[in-house]
Structures are given as structure tokens and as C-alpha cells.
């Protein structure tokens, strides 16, 4: 078995899935919750959870360790109960019990009794429909006030509820197989969470635009159920096991694109660890630097000089600074005073991307928009004070802001905007699941800010840098998976380095300017606290590498395992990175190639260690492995 410190960076064990039957329909158990609900085969339901979450946004662990479970010929019944604490100490009760029937019934009831009043934001179900397949695709929406709507599931991301009041949903999970959603005990709507990078478009309990956070009074039960009813209209043809056979990968044709340049995040308080190894950058050999300026984090002269000696480390590289305008005076005279510290600072920038510091918090639905000057104030006034600079705006958050606050693109010269997979969920299928929503973020933020206009992607790092749901990222003192906690222990983990090929993987396409595809140091970045370089740095330096070589279309038989990118490189040769997006081991097949091909691989033993390919072109990738395939010039037409 593999090292866990190795693939994850943590002691701390993947969650435990238990698999459910009842004739046709399947289940996987985990914490107490359903996952990847399957009817012959065919994902219907993504997740069907129940969860608590505090005034931040951050999730009560519910320690449901080891519930109550029955299976016989007639299905699955389960149940458990449970408690959670809130900072002020007060308790919540739980009790849950769910069945599932061989006919395509599932069920799932919660009763909730606090110990005294208990506050959260949101404390119910949450049903996560899976997005591949089901994106554009047809769907029944059925309101409270027995009304039923016809629509489609939103193809590009939606910036507001797509569907609001749901009493139940109808769509077609396959040909001739559709599933009935049922909820009761409250009011749900749906948010489109591919706006986060959740491979899911989510029905929740209690709309946004009712007060948050919420009491729930002391000693006052609450009951919600879920009912899924699976129907097949023909015999449903079995889905294939996404677990079957070795994993073919193809090369095809030019995309007419080349890989973006790739560079990383440098902070104010990275610094100290940059200069303490700096050999490091420049054996990544970024194509760009990011270096972030929040004045409302009281950055000055001083962090701006010292972002100036990482600089001197590699001088000719592409520099933007990403300027936080505080907005608390006059943005010109804000921006001046910042333009005027980075001449005296000595740091060169070719290009700068500036935002207010309020729109780094989200407004949601229901909410009012904060006091903000225009954007075009801002816009006019960062021309004004780096004249000659290229000139970025957008959000320095998610993809989420940026699309429910749209900038004056006309008078920008790029956008931006983050991702971070641990907004809403922390365990591993749903951050590598995440990379499914990627080409779903590219593609909307392209309908927005237009087909030619340059587009900077970044930082998408796991961990987050800032929650703009809530006060603070999330503490995470015992090395755990945390949604929104700003380190997590994956970074230093081999998980990383293949989650950083599989978002490579989902971008051809985007045509992005630039990708700043994570932090040189820090708690999200590729170095250890001790300068050594983690998986990620040989992955991320090979990306780098990559930056303006030509893109070819490169096809896996099963992307959620094994995924990648292929190149031509400049002399010609066939570059390969592949990546085992999964916790087993994997078998893939390369293209045939008359001189055979060479690799080097990073798996949990270590690396990058050259690897010899057998003739047959058939190679097995260790949990999270990642390796570089090359083809040489005479075999790789």
C-alpha cells in the first residue's frame, strides 16, 4: 500500500465508501451520506448529503463513523445518529435514516433537535446533479405551488439560481432513463456550482435571499426527506464500469493553439521562503510572475521591495501585479500613491490588474451590493497611473464574482479571475470531479469577455487564499481535508501534481494569455516549508517548459482516471503528460510510435526517475502517478 503521507500529505485516511445494492440501483456510503448514485450502471445522482454549515460557510463535521446498515434481497436501509457542536457550545441532534428498494425508490429522512438555539448558515440536504450529460440537457422543474416548469439545465454557467421554490425534479439520466427528485420539509432551490469549479448543479434548502446566518430554536425538531424514483420507459442498457480494462490514449491532429504560459503566484510573505532557496525559480523556470499588492493588508514599500529581489532572481521574466485599490478615498490618488511605491520599490511590471477590495467578498443572491466606485472610475484611474502598462481587471476571486459582476471589458486589455477546488467540499473524488467544470468556466468567462480579449487564469491553486463567503479561510491545525481552509495538506502530496496535469488537461480551448497555475512558496505553494521542491514543482516545471508549444488533440477512453496533454515540442518530438487522477493503480496505453517511447515518472516512491515503456506501449500509473512520455522526431508523425 502507498505511503498516504506520499500521495496525500497527510496521515489522515481517504474517507471510507461502502457500496450499496439493491437490484439495479447502487450506492456509495460514505460519512453517512450517498455518493455517485448509479441506476445499471448510469450515474443519476452525483451526491445527496445532508450537512451544517457554521456562520462562514464552513461545515460541521457531522462523525457519522459507523452507522447502522441492513442489506437483504429487497434493498439497503441505513441509519444513524449523531451530533455536532457549534463554537458557543450548543448541540444539534441528528438522527437519519435512508432505504433503498431494487424497484429505483431511494429515500433519505433527517430530524434535527438543537440543545439550545443553534446557528447556521444552511442546515438540510444539498443534491448534487451530476454536469456531464446533463448541461443543456432537458429538465422538469415542479414548484410548491403545484406549477411545473419545462426548462433545460443552464448549458453556460448561470450567474443567479437557474430554478427557484423546487418541490421535485425530473430529467433523463440516460436514453429512456429518467429520475424523479423529491424534497420536503423546507424550500429548495438550485445554484449552478460549476461557477465554483464543482463538477455539480446544486439543490439546497432555504433560499439565499432569506436572512443568514439563522437560528434554529432550542429543542424544536425539523424533518426533511429526499426521494429519488428511478424509472426506466425501455430496458436500460448497462453503462460500462468506469473501472474496466486499461485506459487507451490517442494523439490527434494540431488544436491550431499553443499551451498558455505558465507561472506562479509570488506574495509579500512567501518572500522570505523564495529567497531562502533561490535556485528554485529559476529551475522552474516560470514564464510569468504574479506578485500581489493589498495596501488594506498594510503591503508598502517594504513588500514591494521585497518582491523586487525575487524579481532580480529571474529579471527577464513577464511581471503583473495584482493591485488591490482599498477604495477607502478617491481610486486615482490610490493608485497613484501605489504606482508611485512600485517605481521607488524597483519592481518592474509589464503589466498590472487591479480591483476594488470590497468586490473580493461575494454578494450573494438576495443580498445588496456594497458601496463601490464604478469600475470605470477605477479603470481610468489605473490608466492614469501606469500609462504604457497592460491593464487587467475582473476579480481576484472565482469565476462566481466575475460573472454576477461583470467589468467594462472594452476598457480592460485582460481579465482575470481564480479558481479553488475546496469551496463547497474537501474529499478527493469531488476536487479531482472538479476538473470536469473546467472548460464549463472557460467557455462561460469566453461569452463574457469576448472570444479575442486576453484571458489570465489564476492562481488555481486547492488550497483557498481567501474566502470571499465569510470572515476567514478555515483553520486547519490537524493537517486535515477542509473545505476552505487556506493549507491543504494535498499540496504536498502527489495528489497535487496530478490535479495540476488534469487541469492542464480541461484547457485547450480557453486560448488562455497566461495561467498562473499556483504559489512558488507558502501554504499553496510547489516548495516545502524547507525549500524542498513537493511533486507539484517537477509537474509545474514541465508546464512551464511546455508554454507556446503547439497543443494536439489528445483523447483518454476514460478521463475521469487518466488525462492529459500532448504537445509537439521544437524539434519535433511528441511530448505526453499523463496524469492517474485515481487512488488505484491504472494501466494506460500509448499510441503506437515505430521508435518506441521514453518516460519519466513521479509516483510515491519518488522521482522524476526515468522509466523504460514496454514495446506493447502499455505502462501502469500508481495511485496519483503523473509521467512525461516522449516520442522521438522520427517516430512521432
Known amino acids: 500500500m502507498s505511503d498516504p503521507l506520499a500521495l496525500y500529505g497527510t496521515d489522515e485516511p481517504p474517507a471510507r465508501a461502502r457500496r450499496l445494492r439493491a437490484g439495479a440501483l447502487e450506492a456509495d456510503l460514505v460519512d453517512g451520506n450517498l455518493r455517485t448514485i448509479r441506476f445499471a450502471g448510469h450515474e443519476v445522482i452525483r451526491a445527496l448529503a445532508y450537512v451544517v454549515r457554521d456562520r462562514d460557510w464552513g461545515t460541521h463535521e457531522l462523525g457519522v463513523s459507523d452507522p447502522e446498515v441492513l442489506e437483504d434481497a429487497s434493498g439497503f436501509a441505513v441509519s444513524w445518529r449523531t451530533a455536532c457542536t457549534a463554537p458557543d457550545g450548543a448541540r444539534l441532534f441528528l438522527t437519519a435514516t435512508l432505504r433503498g428498494e431494487a424497484s429505483g425508490v431511494l429515500s433519505f429522512t433527517v430530524e434535527a433537535t438543537p440543545s439550545r438555539d443553534f446557528e447556521t448558515n444552511r442546515c438540510g440536504f444539498c443534491i448534487l446533479h451530476p454536469i456531464e450529460g446533463v448541461a443543456g440537457q432537458p429538465v422538469a422543474v415542479a414548484h410548491g405551488d403545484g406549477g411545473v416548469e419545462t426548462a433545460t439545465f443552464p448549458d453556460l454557467i448561470e450567474p443567479w439560481q437557474p430554478f427557484k421554490d423546487i418541490a421535485a425534479i425530473r430529467h433523463e439520466a440516460a436514453p429512456g432513463l429518467f429520475v424523479t427528485c423529491r424534497m420536503e420539509g423546507d424550500i429548495f432551490e438550485m445554484e449552478d456550482q460549476r461557477a465554483w469549479s464543482d463538477a455539480s448543479f446544486k439543490t439546497y434548502v432555504r433560499p439565499l435571499a432569506m436572512p443568514w446566518p439563522y437560528l434554529l430554536p432550542a429543542g424544536e425538531t425539523t424533518r426533511q426527506s429526499v426521494t429519488l424514483e428511478i424509472e426506466s420507459v425501455f430496458p436500460t442498457r448497462p453503462a460500462q464500469s468506469p473501472d474496466d480494462g486499461p485506459v487507451h490514449v490517442d494523439v490527434g491532429p494540431a488544436l491550431g493553439e499553443t499551451f498558455p504560459p505558465f507561472g506562479v503566484l509570488v506574495s509579500p510573505e512567501d518572500v522570505a521562503a523564495i529567497l531562502n532557496a533561490p535556485d528554485r525559480l529559476e529551475a522552474l523556470g516560470p514564464r510569468h510572475l504574479l506578485f500581489h499588492f493589498d495596501p488594506v493588508a498594510g503591503h508598502g514599500l517594504a513588500e514591494l521591495q521585497a518582491m523586487a529581489s525575487v524579481q532580480a532572481l529571474v529579471p527577464e521574466t513577464h511581471a503583473m501585479l495584482e493591485c488591490v485599490v482599498p477604495c477607502e478615498s478617491e481610486p486615482g490618488a490610490e493608485l497613484l500613491d501605489a504606482a508611485r511605491l512600485v517605481q521607488a520599490s524597483g519592481l518592474r511590471i509589464d503589466a498590472v490588474t487591479v480591483g476594488p477590495s470590497v468586490d473580493r467578498q461575494s454578494t450573494p443572491p438576495g443580498s445588496e451590493w456594497p458601496p463601490c466606485p464604478p469600475l470605470e472610475e477605477v479603470y481610468e484611474a489605473a490608466r492614469r497611473a501606469f500609462p504604457g502598462v497592460t491593464l487587467g481587471g475582473g476579480m481576484f476571486s472565482y469565476f462566481t464574482e466575475l460573472n454576477r459582476k461583470r467589468p467594462p471589458v472594452d476598457m480592460l486589455d485582460l481579465v482575470s479571475h481564480a479558481t479553488c477546488p475546496i469551496v463547497h467540499a474537501a474529499d478527493d473524488l469531488s476536487v479531482m470531479q472538479t476538473l470536469e467544470a473546467v472548460p464549463f468556466i472557460w467557455r462561460s468567462a469566453r461569452k463574457i469577455i469576448g472570444e479575442n480579449k486576453p484571458y489570465h487564469l489564476g492562481p488555481t491553486t486547492i488550497g483557498m487564499r481567501q474566502n470571499p463567503y465569510g470572515s476567514r479561510t478555515i483553520p486547519n491545525p490537524e493537517n486535515k481535508r477542509i473545505a476552505m481552509a487556506a493549507q491543504d495538506p494535498r499540496q504536498a502530496g502527489l495528489f497535487a501534481a496530478a490535479w495540476l496535469v488534469g487541469y492542464a488537461a480541461r484547457l485547450p480551448g480557453a486560448r488562455l494569455a497566461r495561467w498562473t497555475g499556483g504559489s512558488l512558496a507558502g501554504p499553496r505553494g510547489l516548495l516545502s516549508p524547507e525549500g524542498a521542491p513537493l511533486p507539484a514543482f517537477h509537474v509545474a516545471a514541465g508546464l512551464a517548459a511546455l508554454s507556446g508549444l503547439p497543443l494536439l488533440s489528445l483523447r483518454s ?81
Open 557 to 637: 477512453a476514460a478521463r475521469g482516471r487518466v488525462d492529459g496533454i500532448a504537445v509537439r515540442a521544437e524539434d519535433g518530438s511528441l511530448l505526453l503528460w499523463l496524469a492517474n487522477l485515481t487512488p488505484e493503480t491504472q494501466e494506460v496505453r500509448l499510441p503506437d510510435s515505430r521508435g518506441g517511447w521514453t518516460a519519466t515518472l513521479l509516483d510515491a516512491n519518488g522521482g522524476p526517475t526515468p522509466s523504460s515503456v514496454p514495446s506493447s506501449g502499455r505502462l501502469a500509473l500508481g495511485p496519483y502517478a503523473v509521467a512525461l512520455f516522449e516520442a522521438s522526431t522520427s517516430s512521432a508523425d
